[in-house]
T-cell receptor, first 114, second 115 residues
Framework: AQSVTQLGSHVSVSEGALVLLRCNYS??????LFWYVQYPNQGLQLLLK??????LVKGINGFEAEFKKSETSFHLTKPSAHMSDAAEYFC????????????FGTGTRLTIIP | DADVTQTPRNRITKTGKRIMLECSQT?????MYWYRQDPGLGLRLIYY???????NKGEISDGYSVSRQAQAKFSLSLESAIPNQTALYFC??????????????FGPGTRLTVL
């Protein structure tokens, strides 16, 4: 069975500082990996995804993530935090083409300190 | 207009009541999903449907039922609501015909409180 672990349910960073949100997964087959963001009182929005090809993927709002197979990780980064980045972030894994089930991590709430 | 809509957005009900949450989409997607979100637990899949004639249980289907009335509509029912079904419920859609997409699109959520 596949699973997703997000280290740190709450992360606080200063405005302008590096954002690093950690995600590790387990999967018996090459996975598809996703980061979603949830702003207050809203649904989830896709930030970025890895399916195949380049392991460093860029998403919206300056975020990027790197798929590291050897470390089974897909950490999310942004070089400089902005106040508007305050939200909850979810990592998710899917087993691959044809399997529609997304397994979500428990989420990380990001707070930006002015 | 939003591509995935959910009604109602907020609902307070009492234990034992039957309640239906509705989801509609204008994206033309064939696949639809119901999730619930609880603090500290992330999102968990309740039911999913690959087309009108296909309904599948997710990881936490007990106490819930669904109906896919049309390609664009997918309803979630709680036959006899209980307090531990208090949660935020999300509908989502996807379309594998969009090659390389693999993305699920989420509605705005329904906040359900069972007293």
């Amino acid at each position: 069975a596949q699973s997703v672990t997000q280290l740190g349910s709450h992360v606080s960073v200063s405005e302008g500082a590096l954002v690093l949100l950690r995600c590790n997964y387990s999967s018996s087959v090459p996975p598809y990996l996703f980061w979603y963001v949830q702003y207050p009182n809203q649904g989830l929005q896709l930030l970025l995804k890895y399916t195949t090809g380049a392991t460093l993927v860029k998403g919206i709002n300056g975020f990027e993530a790197e798929f590291k197979k050897s470390e089974t990780s897909f950490h999310l980064t942004k070089p400089s935090a902005h106040m508007s980045d305050a939200a909850e972030y979810f990592c998710a894994v899917k087993k691959g083409f044809g399997n529609e089930k997304l397994t979500f991590g428990t989420g990380t709430r990001l707070t930006i300190i002015p | 207009d939003a591509d995935v809509t959910q009604t109602p957005r907020n609902r307070i009900t009492k234990t034992g009541k039957r309640i239906m949450l509705e989801c509609s989409q204008t994206k033309g997607h064939d696949r639809m999903y119901w999730y619930r979100q609880d603090p500290g637990l992330g999102l968990r899949l309740i039911y999913y449907s690959f087309d009108v004639k296909d309904i599948n249980k997710g990881e936490i289907s007990d106490g819930y039922s669904v109906s896919r009335q049309a390609q664009a509509k997918f309803s979630l029912s709680l036959e006899s609501a209980i307090p531990n079904q208090t949660a935020l419920y999300f509908c989502a859609t996807s379309d594998l015909r969009q090659e390389g997409s693999h993305e699920q699109f989420f509605g705005p959520g329904t906040r359900l409180t069972v007293l």
